[in-house]
């Protein structure tokens, strides 16, 4: 009975718990739910009421670290949403019972923490080769987009928790082991780097970029020979050099002068053309929407494909439209010999959605560098986003400011976002389709959106003040926060089950690994049992 009592003791339970997030982060949002529920059963179990009462009552950092739980809840008083509100309460319970169950427990030994770390990079791994076989077809998972392949997770979430898998494997290569361990490191690293090219994640690879730029500067300070300095100079020059290069690369390509064409009034077979010489929307520099016959390429088009020209491509845009650019970056009419001249590859890539012959023989980030340039220049000329995510994203902002210039100060409540959203789509007269009129994809956008400029401070709070009263914080938090911070720019990180429990977990446990020095303000009330 006591074998049984001490393997099913607080501490093996709390670990358990531990581990099954660690595993379902990447892995299993069943996992990690449960792991949550035994973190949360075990403190309830656990007891140590005076204790824990004294530290709840005591730190400064527990009470900021639970504002902004609070203020969803202060929230209700000016929402009408409610069924969307409570749920938006429930996804964010994570960012209450995290801080609460990490700073009224004792501290984890560095150890089990390294361990954790560890089974989280196994985890991550695991999940890249099962996205892998995947993204080969190996198995009956349908893949309409690239980031289809990450079926475990958003394919951002996966990609940060990617990022942060690396920063310790970089973190931890430094220290001293076996030739083959630095060996195994060396591959998960360039494994995982070549996985964030094969999932075509430019968040995560812009995040990891410039995360790893800050450090490598961190590590320049700390060098005191200057011949090894200068090394890494180059070599830091050489990477940067390396990715301007592809950039500038890319807008020389894409931003070519218009190419002189002809405008042709009949087609070969003696159809007619339809021109529109005042758009100037082009593809290599090529007109496209000039020289179309829509009979020809309908009927041609049919004749070598399965889906209709007037469907969809597997991305979700008209396969006319795709076609049609697809066309124009050959520098082809759009008729009946244009399509003649396809081979059966050309066809294949026009159905995966592909609009520009360049993205066939490109790397993932090329392409999308490629397209993120295109999209913009169409922005610019007024080009309806809906379907291109870096357009969509400017969208999505535009109308997020319109409406907080409405709700300045106390924003729409907690449940009233997306209504507000919506009904901002139409005041604004956005040309996004229904489908697509989602929401702010910005963390920061999105609470000052919810709860004002006062419920921004509160959040930025939030997030600051923990960090800024906890002394000798270690390289992985710092890139951790760094990772986060970030991806908060560019995506509404705490709006979902992963993101809250990413962000959440690592946050409380990272923050408070540092065992030197204690964050719970009281170490004399939070690391000793009452008499």
């Not at 958003?154 to 990022?163: E, P, Q, V, Y």
């Not at 520009?356 to 790397?363: A, D, S, V």
């Not at 409406?403 to 919506?422: C, E, L, M, P, S």
Request: a positive charge; aromatic letters at 14%; glycine letters at 6%.
């Amino acid at each position: 009975m006591s074998t049984i009592k001490q393997i099913v003791s607080n501490k093996n339970l709390f670990l358990f718990g531990l581990v099954l997030i660690i595993v379902g982060l990447p892995l299993s949002k069943f996992l990690m739910s449960v792991g949550q529920f035994v973190l949360l059963g075990n403190w309830i179990i656990e007891g140590d009421w005076k204790r824990k009462w004294q530290v709840m009552k005591t730190s400064r950092v527990l009470w900021v670290m639970s504002s902004f739980f609070v203020l969803h809840l202060v929230g209700l008083c000016w929402t009408s949403d409610f069924d969307y509100a409570f749920n938006d309460i429930k996804i964010k319970l994570p960012l209450l019972w995290f801080p609460l169950l990490f700073i009224t427990s004792k501290p984890i030994e560095k150890k089990i923490i390294q361990y954790l770390l560890w089974l989280f990079t196994a985890s991550v791994f695991v999940a890249s080769i099962v996205c892998t076989m995947v993204w080969l077809g190996l198995t009956k998972h349908k893949v309409v987009d690239i980031r289809d392949i990450s079926i475990f997770n958003s394919h951002i979430r996966f990609a940060l928790m990617i990022d942060l898998v690396i920063c310790f494997l970089v973190y931890d290569f430094f220290k001293t082991g076996s030739w083959y361990l630095y060996l195994i490191k060396s591959a998960l690293i360039i494994w995982l780097v070549v996985f964030l090219g094969i999932m075509q994640s430019f968040t995560g690879i812009v995040v990891l970029i410039i995360v790893l730029v800050y450090y490598c500067f961190l590590l320049l300070k700390k060098l005191k020979r200057p011949i090894i300095k200068v090394a890494a100079l180059i070599v830091i020059a050489m990477v940067g050099g390396g990715m301007l290069f592809l950039v500038i690369k890319e807008i020389n390509e894409q931003r070519v002068p218009l190419k002189p064409l002809k405008r042709l009034v009949y087609t070969p077979s003696g159809n007619f053309y339809y021109n529109d010489f005042n758009s100037k929307e082009s593809e290599n520099g090529n007109l496209i929407w000039a020289n179309i016959c829509v009979k020809e390429l309908e009927k041609e088009w049919n004749k070598r494909s399965d889906i209709d020209f007037n469907g969809l491509d597997k991305k979700g845009n008209s396969i006319g439209s795709t076609l049609i650019r697809y066309l124009s970056s050959l520098g082809l009419n759009k008729d009946s010999v244009a399509i003649s001249k396809l081979k059966q590859a050309d066809i294949s890539w026009v159905e995966k959605g592909t609009t520009n012959y360049l993205y066939t023989n490109r790397t993932g980030i090329e392409a999308r560098v490629h397209e993120i340039i295109y999209e913009y220049d169409a922005f610019q000329k007024g080009k309806n986003p809906t379907g291109h995510s870096f357009l969509m994203r400017l969208e999505f902002w535009r109308v997020g400011f319109d409406i907080i210039k409405r709700k300045t100060w106390f924003g729409v409540g907690t449940g009233d976002v997306q209504r507000a959203y919506n009904n901002q789509y139409v005041l604004s007269g956005s040309q996004l389709k229904k489908d697509w009129r989602l929401r702010s994809h910005n963390q920061f956008m999105a609470t000052t959106i919810t709860f004002g400029v006062i419920g921004l401070v509160i959040f930025l709070l939030y997030l600051f003040y923990p960090v800024i009263a906890t002394p000798g914080k270690h390289y992985l938090f710092i890139s951790f926060f760094m990772i986060s911070i970030l991806s908060m720019l560019n995506e509404d990180t705490l709006e979902t089950q992963a993101g809250v429990t990413f962000f959440g977990f690592f946050y409380c446990l990272l923050l408070s690994s540092n065992n030197e020095v204690n964050w719970k303000e009281n170490s004399n009330i939070a690391h000793t049992k009452n008499p």
